[in-house]
């Protein structure tokens, strides 16, 4: 199983960035997926999670209103749209699969894959 998240990159404070994540060898559609992120010295963090339809999705409070979980099984890929970027925002996004959870909790999800960084400017 691989999950190969993309998008990442250099953007100023207010701006936009869309993060993709690619799943390969597993049935994608059975899969809850999460997105977390790590900011430098600090643990890693809930962000957000999508249900295996993208009928239901749940977001961390400090990302409400600004950052969007979608999810395309035709594609394998959960996306994370994000506006209005923070620098507090900045760390290394991760993405995540579980059949079981959609759990805040990082460490229930069955796969989790390599990361990719976001820097956000003042």
């Known amino acids: 199983v691989q999950l190969q998240a993309s998008g990442g990159g250099l953007v100023q404070a207010g701006g936009s960035l869309r993060l993709s994540c690619a799943a390969s060898?597993?049935?994608?559609?059975?899969?809850?997926m999460g997105w977390f992120r790590q900011a430098p010295g600090k643990e890693r963090a809930f962000v957000a999670a999508v249900n295996q339809n993208g009928s239901f999705t749940n977001y961390a409070d400090s990302v409400k209103g600004r950052f969007t979980i979608s999810r395309d099984n035709a594609k394998n890929t959960v996306y994370l749209e994000m506006n209005n970027l923070k620098i507090e925002d900045m760390a290394v996004y991760y993405c995540?699969?579980?059949?079981?959870?959609?759990?805040?909790?990082?460490?229930?999800?069955?796969?989790r894959g390599q990361g990719t960084q976001v820097t956000v400017s003042s």
């Open positions: 995540a699969a579980s059949i079981t959870t959609m759990s805040p909790n990082y460490e229930r999800y069955r796969f």
């Open positions: 060898g597993l049935t994608f559609s059975l899969y809850n």
